[in-house]
């Protein structure tokens, strides 16, 4: 049941992601704050969750690997908005923080098949 609460999580923090990108694209800096706001509150629930589960199963070097690749997603995804709201984020950095997060989400696919990395 927890698995179910995480890729909830993630999926809504990936949407909200995505969604806080466009609202400052469009200059609503409010709306955006508040949605922003609202998303480090799920970074809060995807971490504890994702926590609950590597304590479910065995600890193996995928697991932790996965662990530190979400968390550097979220590092990423917060350094991005950071820069990104003074308008100095360089167009690469974005690039880097999508492919470090299909990597995440990869990954995340790919241990419950039993694939040890």
């Known amino acids: 049941m927890i698995v179910h609460y995480h890729l909830g999580a993630v999926i809504v923090v990936i949407l909200l992601f995505a969604l806080v990108h466009y609202l400052y694209s469009r200059q609503m800096k409010i709306t955006a704050l508040i949605v922003h706001n609202l998303l480090r509150i799920l970074y809060l629930g995807a971490i504890m969750t ?5 304590g479910l199963v065995p600890v193996n070097l995928g ?7 979400g968390i550097i997603s979220i590092g990423l995804m917060e350094i991005y908005f950071s820069h990104y709201k003074k308008d100095d984020a360089p167009r690469p950095f974005l690039v880097v923080v999508i492919v470090i997060l ?7 696919m790919l241990l419950p098949q039993g694939i040890s990395l």
Request: hydrophobic share 65%; aromatic share 6%.
């Open 50 to 54: 994702g926590f609950i589960l590597l």
């Open 63 to 69: 697991g932790l690997g996965k662990l530190a690749l």
């Open 102 to 108: 299909a990597l995440t989400i990869l990954t995340g």
